[in-house]
């Protein structure tokens, strides 16, 4: 029996602030990081851990030694197998062609395009079955069963700029505007905190009223106050902007490309430009940020290769939150009467992106649990991993729909999600499905 050749390890720091400053020290030597998931072994599984080269582990090592930086754990990185996959699976109705990919799939290999494109292509109900359990059994494989609770708080829907799909575009005008000031805000972080969770994203349009010493207060109030993980999702800003906010305690940036097609890209974001999207994300991966991106399944034209090319875009940009939702048509947009992106297609979607990237966030997201009631539960048996709940203040929501009929994702129908696939709700909340 061939022994694997492990290459990468994955260490497990003793906090989440013991984990950020000996990510900081080993970049600041030169080592090449990045971060990832804790994997499943690891027991808490929502926990974040630093991957390195296997070449650099005694000096990582020394490293945290000298800075009393616990280590709780080291692991290897693994090539996950899925054994007996393809033996399951030898009765179903299943092509040639798509059982050769199962069995790279189970061998622990690299998809390509065309397999990926086959894999999406699928109509075929067994071979659905297939690709759904695959996906599920390589995220139980890489990341557990726990999922991953974070909460949202949409403090500000001013936006410079006017994308054709959105909602909250500068350009619309049958909705009234609105700012959450900084004490609004902690009022709900501290909620946030006060139940347990232990990100808060903040999120808002691309608002420049939110100057960076406005949001550079809020992230020090956050971190002293709670020291909660941030996640901040406020679109394109200077790169020094980025590295001002990673400073001072930001965690994880949600900045979504939503498709890697150029023209469309173009024809859906015409304040954007595509390389500069691209730069912005490469200086967040840079930064040491973990670092969100996500697409949009069923723009106009969009075809399944484009798709394939998303989930690829994912994993060689290092992508560590991939967000995966259907396209929703937004009152009032130049795309209001397009047909709705397929739930078929983004769940499929969400499960070649476990298999492609493996040990990755991958929230079950809101857009689907606004086009089908069940679409978060069925995110979770496809791949996903984390649910944010949305924690904007009532009097505000309705004026952040960036699409119509946006379903409000709250603790409830987290339980009922989670429950519903049969998986389990992290160790760190402090309330139960009957206390809320
Ligand atoms: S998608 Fe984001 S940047 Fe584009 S208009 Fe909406 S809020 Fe603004």
Known sequence: MTREKIKHYLIMAGSTSHMLRGDKLLKDRSIVTSL????????????????????????????????SITIEGI?????RKLI?????????VISPEFMEILKKIEEGEELDLKDIVILLQTERKAEKEALFHAADRMRREVVGDVVDIRGAIEFSNYCRKDCRYCGIGKNLKDLNRYRMDE???????????SIGLKTVILQSGEDLWWTPEKISSLIKRVKGETRMNI????????REEYELYKKLGANNFLLKIETTNRKLFEFIHPDDDFDHRVKCSTWLRELGYLNGSGNIIGLPGQTTEDIAKDI??????????????PFVPAKGTPLEDY??????????????TRIACKRVFIPATTALASLDPDGQTKALKAGAN????????AKYRYNYQIYSDKNMVDLKSAFKAVEEAKRKMPPYLKVTKLSI
């Open 36 to 67: 990832v998931p804790a994997p499943s072994e690891y027991g808490t599984v929502c926990a974040t851990a630093i991957k390195i080269r296997v070449e650099d582990r005694e000096e990582a090592e020394s490293i945290f030694k000298n800075n």
């Open 386 to 393: 984390t649910i944010m709940l949305i924690n904007t203040p």
């Open 75 to 79: 692991y290897p990185d693994k090539a």
């Open 231 to 238: 996640t901040l999702s406020i679109g394109e800003r200077p």
């Open 312 to 325: 690829l875009f994912f994993k060689e940009m290092g992508i560590n939150m991939i967000g995966i939702g």
């Open 84 to 92: 007996g996959l393809v033996e399951k699976l030898m009765d179903s």
């Open 339 to 352: 047909p709705k992106g397929s739930i078929d297609m983004t769940l499929k979607a969400v499960a070649v």
């Open 183 to 193: 004490d609004e805000i902690m009022e709900v972080v501290h909620y946030l905190h």
